[in-house]
């Protein structure tokens, strides 16, 4: 089946720590991979995403990889900061029976603090 | 925000009430989608329409029925819940095989 696992939260930072947030999927074809941040008391927000293997998503200083070999699609940031404070989810996005489907990681905690 | 738009954003409702949810997009999207968020658990796809029909039923109780007027307009209605179904309830829409979907900012639901 399709699945997204990515690390179990919460996560602790000091500011300009660097972070990184793993994610690994299974899957059946070749899905979409995304990632998605959602602050307090707000929906989800596209952060950014990879279409295919070896792509490269980037945005806001965040960056991850689509590394088919791994099957993984870990988010990394140089330098975090108080406002990157947020829950993160990693997905995929898969065809499946003529319907688009996307598949949820369970979410992963941000806590940075000054 | 994102143009997907989530009315209301808090609800408290007692077991015997009736109450519906209202996701509105005017991006021209033509999917559209309901998630359940409950603490501590993987975000839930519940229902998918494609062009104002219905394409997946994630094994939702009836006691959750969808609706989809238009391509723009998504309500789900509710009746009879349980204070388990307490959650956040996200709407979501795409632009069929686009990629990435637009999320609402939900409704927090509390069932008393």
């Known amino acids: 089946g399709n699945s997204v696992t990515q690390m179990e939260g919460p996560v602790t930072l000091s500011e300009e720590a660097f972070l990184t947030i793993n994610c690994t999927y299974t899957?059946?074809?070749?899905?979409?991979l995304f990632w998605y941040v959602q602050y307090p008391g707000e929906g989800l927000q596209l952060l950014l995403k990879?279409?295919?293997?070896?792509d490269k998503g980037s945005n806001k200083g965040f960056e991850a990889t689509y590394r088919k070999e791994t099957t993984s699609f870990h988010l990394e940031k140089g330098s975090v900061q108080v406002s990157d404070s947020a829950v993160y989810f990693c997905?995929?996005?898969?065809?499946?029976?003529?319907?688009?489907?996307?598949?949820f990681g369970k979410g992963t905690k941000l806590t940075v603090n000054p | 925000e994102t143009g997907v738009t989530q009315t209301p954003r808090h609800l408290v409702m007692g077991m015997t009430n009736k109450k519906s949810l209202k996701c509105e997009q005017h991006l021209g999207h033509n999917a559209m989608y309901w998630y359940k968020q409950s603490a501590k658990k993987p975000l839930e796809l519940m229902f998918v329409?494609?062009?104002?029909?219905?394409?997946e039923n994630n094994s939702v109780p009836s006691r959750f029925s969808p609706e989809c007027p238009n391509s723009s307009h998504l309500f789900l209605h509710l009746h009879t819940l349980q204070p388990e179904d307490s959650a956040l309830y996200l709407c979501?829409?795409?632009?069929?095989?686009?990629?990435?979907?637009?999320f609402g900012q939900g409704t927090r639901l509390t069932v008393v």
């Open positions: 997905a995929l996005r898969i065809t499946q029976g003529g319907s688009e489907k996307l598949v």
């Open positions: 899957a059946t074809g070749y899905p979409s």
């Open positions: 979501a829409s795409s632009q069929g095989r686009q990629v990435e979907a637009f």
């Open positions: 990879a279409t295919k293997a070896d």
């Open positions: 329409y494609n062009f104002k029909e219905q394409t």
